[in-house]
């Protein structure tokens, strides 16, 4: 298992989760890495992704709820969810890619009530 997602968990509305994401090869640190969500009856989405030098973008329904980080000594991928809403709950998955391959985290379980 090259991304291993971990974190998840049933919480209220308002409440935060810290996402882990542990991989095994430091090549991935070369290329954007990034956090997917599928939310039940749709596609993937994309929420936040980290650049090789740092940089960070997220989608535009979670940007200032949503932290992505990275500990690349740990070689861990972090996703930081403040202020959970209903519309957040899905399965969250880590990618990463390197020469042009991508490789998938198995997901992690986020369920939002209110």
């Known amino acids: 298992v090259q991304l291993q997602a971990s974190g998840g968990g049933s919480v209220q509305t308002g409440g935060s989760l810290r996402l882990s994401c542990v991989y095994s090869?430091?090549?991935?640190?070369?290329?954007?890495m990034d956090w997917y969500r599928q939310s039940p009856g749709n596609e993937r989405e994309l929420v936040a992704s980290i650049s090789p030098s740092g940089d960070k973008t997220y989608a535009e329904s979670v940007k200032g709820r949503f932290t992505i980080s990275r500990n690349k000594p740990e070689k861990t991928l972090y996703l930081q969810i403040n202020n959970l809403k209903p519309d957040d709950t899905g399965i969250y998955y880590c990618?990463?890619?390197?020469?042009?391959?991508?490789?998938w985290g198995q997901g992690t379980q986020v369920t939002v009530s209110s």
């Open positions: 990618k990463g890619q390197y020469a042009s391959d991508e490789y």
């Open positions: 090869r430091t090549i991935f640190t070369f290329e954007p």
